[in-house]
């Protein structure tokens, strides 16, 4: 048997209720709570206005319901719901941050959150709403490296502004060399891709020694001058330079912006126009 509520609107309420149902600014949920309301008093069974409006039955009765207890007024608004955990207490945040900041336990490198939830007797969504509170990533390290070298901020700020704000009439260039390149090859020549073939190499190769590159990086235009030698010493360092300063136009001065190494501050190359480094 179907299961009918009827429900008496007077003329204000049902002018409201078919406001609310023509208003398309209006939420969602409070038209269907009106036409729930409206079917009602029209005598529709519990289970055709449930179709109609698109809800279950047991939201068909809560709304009726309410209507009758509230009106109007208690369709376009939602009960509080009860609390749900209470939060942590202070002390176990404040415990869970000292344990973050400590060595963890064993031979691990560093806490995970089931871990800590484990030590901590919390669960582990609170632990990571707790790091997150706090910005704590144990599993994240950022390194660093202090120089001792007195001038080093005069050094930076000079190279620096050669990147930013390079002199007029000069040429900027980042210098470096890669070592211990193996030259490779393979023991028999391959063949090349054909229609309907791959191409071929073998699965061995031989060495032919080492070489080094050397490299600079004209920051203007991005254009890199290269030259490979036997060897990585200040001699052909020097002559690396030569050939920069060949290539380089008659008329511009040349900052050249290298690392610390010690083939780039041997005594013949600080005897004469020392380059930029760190």
Known sequence: MAQTVSILLCGDDRIRLEA????????????????????SAERRSVAAIAQT????????????????ED?????????????????LPEEVELKVVALTCSEPPGEVTHWTGRDMAKAAGISHGSVRRIWAKYDLQPHRIKTFKRSNDPAFAEKLRAIVGLYVKPPAHSLVLSVDEK??????????????????????????YKRNGTT???AA??????????????????QEFIRFLNTIER??????????????????????????RSPTSV
């Open 71 to 87: 009106g109007v007024a208690g369709l376009l608004k939602d009960r509080t719901r009860p609390p749900g955990k209470p939060r």
């Open 179 to 204: 070592s211990q390149i193996q030259a490779l090859d393979r023991t028999q020549p391959g063949l090349p891709i054909k229609p309907g073939k791959r191409g071929t190499m073998t699965h061995d």
């Open 247 to 272: 290539q380089v136009p008659a008329g511009k001065v040349i900052h050249v912006i290298l690392d610390n190494y010690a083939t780039h501050k041997h005594g013949v190359i600080a005897g004469g």
């Open 217 to 234: 990086l004209n920051v203007l235009d991005g254009k890199v001058m290269g030259q490979c030698m036997q060897k990585h010493r200040h």
């Open 212 to 214: 080094t590159l050397f």
């Open 20 to 39: 609310i149902v023509a208003d398309r600014n209006r939420r969602h949920k409070h038209v269907q709570r009106a036409q729930i309301v409206l079917l």
């Open 53 to 68: 409006v698109g809800v279950s039955r047991p939201s068909v009765w809560r709304w009726q319901q309410r209507f009758v």
